[in-house]
């Protein structure tokens, strides 16, 4: 059973450009979240979606963030006119539909760095 | 509001001495609690979890008990090696929410 995927590893954009960043759940996840991790702090949750609808997006900036997770594909961070603060790992975790009483543990993939020149 | 407060690191230590970084939380209700573990240049690893006071989460060698009194889930292990070496991140998921709170992460440097 393959992890969670996440691509790509690394990804450089200049400053304006957009940056796309992908991540398919482990098979049988139906709920992914997004959380960015600045250098040399924890990770802040951003938004959480289940297919075709976002459930939490609390986290998100209200300006050129977006995400989505439609019905077939992986989930899609969006950042449009990339600044420099926004440099920085982007994870993805997924888990199964929650069970009443269960921990629905998250499980992490790689994570997408991000560099904005 | 929740939070997560961690030990600043880095912690450096020798190979075979006892590991301690204490983690503290504020959360209503009944929040699971977790530890992962990030190695240079990867991602998060579920280290161990804990869901109710008193439970003890354990893996690898190292334990964690879930302590409502003093809101803690210390991480401990007994003797660390240098492949231990990573940083170590404290969470939890309150009552009702998905989204899990980090702390901020403390880095663990074992010497040989």
């Known amino acids: 059973n393959a992890g969670v995927m996440q691509n790509p590893r690394h990804l450089v954009r200049r400053r304006g450009q957009e940056a796309r960043l992908r991540c398919s759940p482990m098979k049988g996840h139906s709920h992914v979240y997004w959380y960015r991790q600045l250098p040399e702090e924890g990770l802040k949750f951003m938004v959480y979606l289940q297919k075709e609808n976002i459930i939490d997006e609390s986290g998100m900036p209200k300006e050129r963030f977006s995400a989505e997770f439609p019905k077939e594909g992986p989930s899609i961070l969006r950042i449009q006119q990339v600044v420099r603060g926004d440099s920085a790992a982007y994870f993805c975790?997924?888990?199964?539909?929650?069970?009443?009483?269960?921990?629905?543990?998250?499980?992490f993939g790689p994570g997408t760095r991000l560099t904005v020149l | 509001g929740n939070s997560v407060t961690q030990m600043e690191g880095p912690v450096t230590l020798s190979e075979e001495a006892f590991l301690t970084i204490n983690c503290t939380y504020t959360a209503t209700g009944y929040p699971s609690l977790f530890w992962y573990v990030q190695y240079p240049g990867e991602g998060l690893q579920l280290l161990l979890k804990a869901t109710k006071a008193d439970d003890k989460g354990s893996n690898k060698g190292f334990e964690a008990t879930y302590r409502k009194e003093t809101t803690s889930f210390h991480l401990e292990k007994g003797s660390v090696q240098v492949s231990d070496s990573a940083v170590y991140f404290c969470?939890?998921?309150?009552?009702?929410?998905?989204?899990?709170?980090f702390g901020s992460g403390t880095r663990l440097q074992v010497q040989p």
């Open positions: 969470a939890h998921k309150g009552t009702g929410r998905r989204a899990l709170t």
């Open positions: 975790a997924s888990s199964p539909a929650p069970l009443a009483g269960s921990t629905d543990t998250q499980y």
